[in-house]
């Protein structure tokens, strides 16, 4: 639905993790083999994405101002599982924390967090508030107070409703 440039840095794969559930259209990327290629990810880990997706979606609605969409697993339990080593460069003294055992999605998904925290860029990766919609984005306003995915879509369909529920 995103109108924009994909998230910066590694919440890229938050962002596209979060998307592959187009809920107004009812359809899952993650139950094609071409989608979970894209993720990097087998059938066997198709449950542990989709909570994973879930609980990332409840965050991103949180950073947006709304209330979770539903009960889901919260976000800091499934990340706390997430198994990270702590690389530093002997070159230059740098450090980033790296995927264990191959890079597990969730996993990477905990390392991009994490990258996202210390750039301070984690809170503006979003959840559109459309309850049809839910699409993550990355809130590049210079307030940071996007509330649509798309303000041709998601942003003009409610205007219009506002609008029309004004009318006498």
């Known amino acids: 639905m995103s109108d924009r440039s994909p998230a910066p840095g590694g919440l ?14 009812a359809a899952d ?8 290629a894209r993720l990097g990810i087998g ?20 950073h947006a101002g709304h209330p979770p ?4 697993t919260p976000l800091g339990d499934l990340l706390a599982r997430a198994p ?12 980033t924390l790296t995927p264990a055992d ?7 998904v905990a ?12 809170s503006r990766l979003k959840a559109c508030e459309a309850g049809t919609c839910h699409w993550a ?8 107070r996007r509330r649509w995915c798309s303000m041709q879509v998601c942003g003009a369909r409610a205007k219009m409703r506002r609008y029309r529920a004004r009318e006498p």
Do not use: F, K
């Open 137 to 144: 984005y990355y809130d590049r306003s210079p307030a940071g």
């Open 111 to 122: 390392a991009a967090v994490a990258e996202a925290l210390v750039a301070g860029t984690w």
């Open 29 to 36: 990327s993650l139950d094609t083999a071409q989608g979970r």
């Open 84 to 95: 990270l080593l702590l690389a530093v460069d002997d070159r230059d003294g740098s450090a």
């Open 69 to 72: 969409h539903r009960p889901v």
């Open 102 to 108: 191959g890079g597990p999605l969730l996993s990477r």
């Open 43 to 62: 059938e066997a880990e198709l449950p542990q994405a989709r909570e994973l997706r879930e609980s990332l979606r409840a965050a991103l609605l949180a």
């Open 12 to 25: 890229a794969l938050v962002e596209s993790l979060v998307n592959t559930l187009d809920i107004e259209a």
